[in-house]
């Protein structure tokens, strides 16, 4: 089976990116949000993207044209019954994805459709098993922003088909460019796994007042050439989905660097939750 179709539930930063992603490759690609709102939000949003590149050489006037055209933006869960792949992408919660994958299950018609969540920590099988077509389901977790960063983790759990993980490894690979990571399903995968500790890290230090935040992310831009410090990647992930990870790698290995810092609590409590609020560790206003 080939992937000819895509839908992808969830059109903000993160599914906003996939489907830019898929349109681009020339896949006609389906964005369902919650309200109509919301859909020209994300329509807005891929538009404003395509025309960068547009304006940066990255696509022709050709290109550009054909993935406009290859858009389309519903609040309708049923108009992704014929899609080959679905992409879930929305906020990193298990109750609100079971939610969108019994739903699925419900509408997507094709017996051989792969459903996909961009989960970056919630092991893969329990959102398998809210369906009843776990072999089908697949983690493929993109990162932000999903049509620059190279990379994606394909993560098949225990019920997931051979056949299904290696057919989208493909086309992430042939159709998408992407460089793919093959991941157990453990929380975390490979990059949260390893990732998360070292920003919680930086939390705590600047907490506790041993730098201040452009020293810490200075040091780490310039000494061990990240690109991005650990504090300014934070506010772009979001505070509340770095606690939400957190969260849920304390609840899988119940190692206390996993542990959400009272700081991040305290800042998400707050609203404070990073560049989409205006403010985080530092001030976007």
Known sequence: MGIERVGVV?????????????????LPTVVREVSPEAAERSRAGIQKSLDRALERGKLDEAAHDEAQGNLTFTTEI???????LVVEAVVESFDLKAEVFRALDEVV?????????????????????????????????????????KLVEVIPSVRTDEEVTAMVTAFATDVLDKVVVAAKDRAGFVVNMLLVPYLNAAMRMYDDGHASAEDIDNGMKLGAAHP????????????DTMMLVAETLFEEYG???????????????????????GRGFYDYS
């Open 10 to 26: 969830g059109g903000g930063q993160m599914g906003g990116g996939v489907a830019e992603l898929t349109a681009k490759a020339g």
């Open 78 to 84: 049923g108009d992704l019954a014929d899609c080959d």
């Open 109 to 149: 018609t094709s017996p051989d459709a792969v459903l996909a969540t961009n989960t970056s920590s919630i092991p893969i099988i329990d959102i398998a098993m809210t369906t009843g077509r776990p072999e089908k389901v697949l983690g493929l977790h993109f990162f932000n922003p999903a049509p620059v960063m």
């Open 228 to 239: 991005m410090g650990p504090l300014e990647l934070s506010d772009m992930i979001g505070l």
């Open 255 to 277: 190692d206390d660097f996993y542990l959400p810092p009272p700081l991040l609590r305290r800042m998400v409590a707050a609203g404070q939750l990073g560049r989409k609020t």
